[in-house]
T-cell receptor, first 114, second 112 residues
Framework: KAGVTQTPRYLIKTRGQQVTLSCSPISGHRSVSWYQQTPGQGLQFLFE???????NKGNFPGRFSGRQFSNSRSEMNVSTLELGDSALYLC?????????????FGPGTRLTVL | AQSVTQLDSHVSVSEGTPVLLRCNYSSSYSPSLFWYVQHPNKGLQLLLKYTSAATLVKGINGFEAEFKKSETSFHLTKPSAHMSDAAEYFCVVSVNGNKLVFGAGTILRVKS
């Protein structure tokens, strides 16, 4: 089975722009979660989607949003980029119906905001 | 709120010697705990998970962890370190199903 894929792998944007990141889960996985990793704040949960609905949300401003499509692929969007949004954004997918099932992580998208 | 604290930001061991990475958790009920590893420029990989079955959990690559409720600890151990174990390790607690709360991470250095 192919793993979780994320595109693009690297992005450079300037302040004020917006960006869209994409995540394709493992085939059959219907839950997709997003995390932000920075040297200062570590790994933080952004949100989780299941069946095209946001099921869980972290403590991030409304500039961070996401969505999930019927094929379980997910996108996250960051509007009005700030320098502090520079980070590695990780996507994880998992099966549902099993409590605390393993989450499989993709390689991440490295976003640099100039 | 549920959280985890990794007690060491860096650990250095010699190849062939034991590894101990320490993690304490805070939870109002029986938690689900995980250890993940992140190699440079790679994604996170699950090493092992505790979900209230056996308190001693065995994982991949010879790692294991013991859940100790009395000490609120979930330390990660390996009897003999290998050079390929050099990476960053995260202790993680699951909150509300699929929301993972990560510790700050421990960078493991293995000296030859």
């Amino acid at each position: 089975k192919a793993g979780v894929t994320q595109t693009p792998r690297y992005l450079i944007k300037t302040r004020g722009q917006q960006v869209t990141l994409s995540c394709s889960p493992i085939s059959g996985h219907r839950s997709v979660s997003w995390y932000q990793q920075t040297p200062g704040q570590g790994l933080q949960f952004l949100f989780e989607y299941f069946s095209e609905t946001q099921r869980n949300k972290g403590n991030f401003p409304g500039r961070f949003s996401g969505r999930q499509f019927s094929n379980s692929r997910s996108e996250m969007n960051v509007s009005t980029l700030e320098l502090g949004d520079s980070a590695l954004y990780l996507c994880a997918s998992s099966l549902v119906g099993v409590r605390d099932n393993e989450q499989f992580f993709g390689p991440g998208t490295r976003l640099t905001v100039l | 709120a549920q959280s985890v604290t990794q007690l060491d930001s860096h650990v250095s061991v010699s190849e062939g010697t034991p590894v101990l990475l320490r993690c304490n958790y805070s939870s109002s009920y029986s938690p689900s705990l995980f250890w993940y590893v992140q190699h440079p420029n790679k994604g996170l990989q699950l090493l092992l998970k505790y979900t209230s079955a056996a308190t001693l959990v065995k994982g991949i690559n010879g790692f294991e962890a013991e859940f100790k409720k009395s000490e609120t600890s979930f330390h990660l151990t390996k009897p003999s370190a290998h050079m390929s174990d050099a990476a960053e390790y995260f202790c993680v607690v699951s909150v509300n199903g699929n929301k993972l709360v990560f510790g700050a991470g421990t960078i493991l250095r293995v000296k030859s």
